[in-house]
């Protein structure tokens, strides 16, 4: 195995960008590491994302607004705020920010093991 040349999440960011980007970043045989920017883009009207794998996914930049079908509940996320999106959850971008890069960093992974969260030492 080999160290791959370094990247980074900021650059190579298209302007204008007519729509989401969304790159692979990592790939394994049971995840995968994404780069996803948004411009002020978001869900068609009648689109629900239902993907097969969980979701583990950092907002680094910018700011987002997702809805879940379920129970119709909607996140507001800011720089910093992660959330876990279980398989089959599902889930739309209702808002992401205009005037600026909304930057994405998710992890994408199967798993048949129970997921365990330990709790966060967050401040508030």
Not at 50 to 55: C, G, K, R, W, Y
Request: proline share 5%.
């Amino acid at each position: 195995m080999s160290i791959r040349d370094t990247g980074n999440l900021y650059r190579s960011i298209a302007a204008p960008m007519p729509a989401e980007i969304s790159e692979q970043l990592l790939n394994a045989s049971h995840f995968r590491v994404e780069r996803i920017v948004s411009h002020g883009h978001c869900s068609a009207v009648d689109f629900w994302y239902d993907q097969p794998e969980h979701e583990w996914v950092l907002l680094v930049h910018g700011e987002a607004v997702l809805t879940f079908q379920q129970d119709n509940r909607t996140i507001r996320l800011t720089a910093g705020d992660y959330l876990h999106i279980p398989a089959h959850q599902k889930h739309r971008v209702e808002w992401t920010k205009e005037n600026e890069d909304t930057v994405w960093l998710a992890i994408f992974y199967r798993t048949d093991e129970p997921l365990s969260f330990p709790e966060s030492g967050t401040r508030e």
